[in-house]
């Protein structure tokens, strides 16, 4: 049955958006070389934009978008001089773009996934690079949505991809994941970029929906992973640990209709018990590090039945300890809701207006969404509205836009 090309396009952004870090790591497996494979996984959403019109679309387009990338990928090998060779390499599966072989060894991973994350935080690339680049490839995210989770301009994260991927190819790094001492060194890089995916999938930085659950669940199955294979690595589990917690919460966030729930209207009878037991065993193997703090500030909310069992005084400790492994302003933000919680709003007001001279936070909504709240604590409620509909306007993803906005209006 045909669709329309609007049908279609609105089809192929969907699947593109979800399965786009599969398709270029499917394709960076043949050619090994990233910057390539997205070139090609782009090639396959044209010749989708260009089929699926008469054809109809696939009953699984993800696997559709991957086999056409394969494809081009094989034919790009083909013509090179080196075809033998790279032919020898994938073996003759290549012809039919079939999965890749068990793992050789104990510390093998066979996930193209987890092979482009490593790959695109090799040492040759600066740290703000390296996640740059890993958000781009393995989240989807545009440049824009990047830029907003560095907090930095959109042309400083377009430069960085693009030097990032000419970096990877000239030094010519392989598509694989490392071992012994070059896997430690990328560690720290890997836990960065997966941390940051699932935030963006925890909360959209744009766009109709709060939710991406597909990149929260990708970091999650990946920072599962990488506490498989590193068991001795305290703040693997970490990380582990704080995505267990916060995915949790996941349903109850929003209502039936996609509007955002704020922590303290959820319905904690939906919170995922069975991931937030996951979340205490793995804090249990947790060190001390930042991560491992995170996750600790995520039981606490775990472990309250109620909003009003919450332990915020703990929760600011823990912040406050946060803060001086990770100086950063958004830090210091969140430290000041807990001061709120725990000392009161008076308290915690000084702290954020401190805060609004951080060039960080000039365009960052939650810097006047909290002052709006705490000004509504404190009656000043002409001061909270302009700061909530300030934040509105700072925002750029629609649900928050529409809560923010009604925050506002419901004072008068």
Known sequence: MAVTQRDTRAAVDAVFRIESARITAAAARIVRDVGI???????????????????????????????????????????????????????????????PEEPAGPEDIDDDLLRLIFTACHPVLSAPARTALTLRLLGGLTTPEIA????????????????????????????????????ARRLSSVLEVVYLVFNEGYSATAGDDLLRPQLCEDALRLARQLAALMPGEPEVHGLAALLEFQASRTRARTGPDGRPVLLAEQNRARWDGLLIRRGFDALQRAGTGAYAVQAAIAACHAKARRYEDTDWATIAELYGRLLVLTPSPVVALNRAVAVSMAHGPAVALELVDALA?????????????????????????????AEFERAAELTRNARERELLRERAAGLG
Not at 364 to 385: C, F, I, K, N, Q
């Open 37 to 99: 494979a997205e070139e090609l996984a782009q090639d396959a959403l044209v010749a989708a934009l260009e089929q699926w019109p008469s054809a109809g679309v696939p009953d699984n387009p993800g696997a559709w978008l991957t086999a056409a990338a394969k494809h081009r990928a094989i034919d790009l090998v083909r013509r090179r001089e080196v075809y033998a060779r790279k032919l020898a390499e994938v073996g003759r599966s290549l012809e039919d773009a079939a999965a």
């Open 357 to 385: 001279a951080e060039p960080a936070l000039r365009s960052y909504h939650l810097l006047p969404s909290v002052r709006g709240d705490l000004l509504a604590r404190l009656g000043r409620t002409a001061e909270a509205r």
């Open 148 to 183: 907003r989770a560095f907090l930095v301009p959109e042309a400083t994260v377009a430069q960085r991809i693009v030097r990032a991927k000419r970096t990877l190819a000239k030094a010519g790094v392989p598509f694989e994941v490392p071992y012994g001492e070059d896997r």
